[in-house]
């Protein structure tokens, strides 16, 4: 669970270069949200409660984040992302179910706690320190993160790579908010025992493999709580984040403290180019890839030039397994995105059927 989600060889770093719809889509963990009974609220239109949304202004929280995911990907064994695992532990995050605990402190302070059944994985930033570790094997990597600028310190703007909320998936589906989307506000409910308004996003193209999208705002703070994604034909959603408890109180600070247990295999890692990462805002380097988008809203299709996608991740087993053979390349598909990766190392991707991902490369 812990979506978009979050980044080359270090489980966090590779995900938005190769399934960036995938993230957005399915951001980094989630099973349709438990949403409480019914509950009378103060009307509210559509964009008001998108308004409520903008000026959430949560700048500490602590909980507990529910995710399932049917993307109609094959369910892996929890075998932990370490430092190094890549797209193994990316892909089995995003099939399945999985519980995680969260932390935040402002912009610069956070903790992602995914549970399994015999280990735990965990992403802790404090300052410009972040640390990746797994139980499982005792391994950890350290990263200094780069300098920010200043920035709100509402969740949906801390910057750490692998911290996913409802709030950060919330905010990549809003962004497609626009003429070809119809917005409406569904019955009032309950979520971690909050009681919230159902905002439901439902795009107009038939186009795209999303069906509707239906997120519950905190009725006091706006802060989203939860996010339910349906695919078209699939009766089941899915996909689903949602918190099962949550706090808008400061987490005790030592939870940001982070000492590699005893006989741990530590490995210090380079700093992670976020600038550089589609979706990022700020200037990316000269030197790095830029993306192409063709098309607008749901039906947009992202385009990666050739060296964008690192050699060993474009030839793990794990994603040899995952995808399927297609002319030229081969191709990743899932209820909500496709991935296509050709053999001249160009990658498109986007919320549509395979076919609108060849027809764009071609066109290239």
């Given at each position: 669970m812990v979506r978009e989600v979050v980044m080359t060889r270090v489980w966090l770093r590779w995900l938005p270069a190769v399934l960036a719809p995938v993230a957005l889509a399915a951001a980094a963990l989630a099973g349709s949200y438990q949403a409480g009974a019914a509950t009378s609220l103060p009307h509210k239109t559509a964009a008001e409660v998108i308004a409520m949304i903008g000026r959430a202004d949560v700048h500490a929280l602590s909980g507990t984040l529910q995710q399932s995911s049917d993307l109609g990907l094959p369910q892996l064994p929890s075998v932990g992302p370490t430092a190094s695992q890549g797209p193994a532990s990316v892909m089995e995050l995003?099939?399945?179910?999985?519980?995680?605990?969260?932390?935040?402190?402002?912009?610069a302070k956070a903790r992602f706690q995914v549970m399994d059944m015999l280990a735990e994985r965990d992403v802790v930033r404090n300052g410009n320190d972040l640390w990746l570790y797994n139980s499982a094997d005792n391994s950890a990597a350290h990263m200094t993160m780069p300098a920010e600028p200043a920035r709100s310190a509402a969740p949906h703007a801390t910057p750490t790579p692998g911290v996913t909320t409802p709030d950060v998936v919330a905010q990549h589906f809003l962004a497609a908010v626009g003429?070809?989307?119809?917005v409406a506000v569904g019955d009032g409910t309950t979520v971690a025992g909050r009681t919230a308004y159902q905002l439901v996003i439902k795009p107009?193209?038939?186009?795209?493999l999303v069906d509707s999208v239906t997120i519950a705002v905190d009725s006091a703070s706006g802060l989203p709580l939860g996010v339910d994604v349906r695919a078209r034909g699939q009766a089941a959603a899915a996909f689903s984040l949602a918190f099962t408890d949550v706090s808008l109180s400061a987490p005790d600070a030592a939870l940001f403290?982070?000492?590699?247990?005893?006989?741990a295999a530590v490995e210090e890692k380079a700093t992670p180019q976020l600038r550089s990462l589609p979706g990022k805002t700020g200037q990316p380097k000269a030197t790095a890839a830029?993306?192409?988008?063709?098309?607008?809203?749901?039906?947009a299709v992202m385009g990666l030039p050739a060296g964008t996608v690192p050699n060993d991740v474009r030839s793990a087993p794990m994603l040899a397994q995952l995808t399927q053979p297609v002319a030229g390349g081969r191709a990743l598909t899932t209820s909500l995105a496709t991935v296509l990766m050709l053999d001249d190392g160009r990658v498109f991707a986007g919320m549509v059927p395979l076919e609108r991902l060849q027809a764009a490369a071609a066109a290239k």
């Open positions: 995003l099939s399945g179910s999985h519980t995680a605990r969260v932390y935040m402190d402002g912009p003429p070809t989307t119809d107009r193209s038939t186009g795209t403290s982070f000492t590699p247990p005893r006989g830029r993306p192409t988008i063709t098309g607008t809203g749901w039906d």
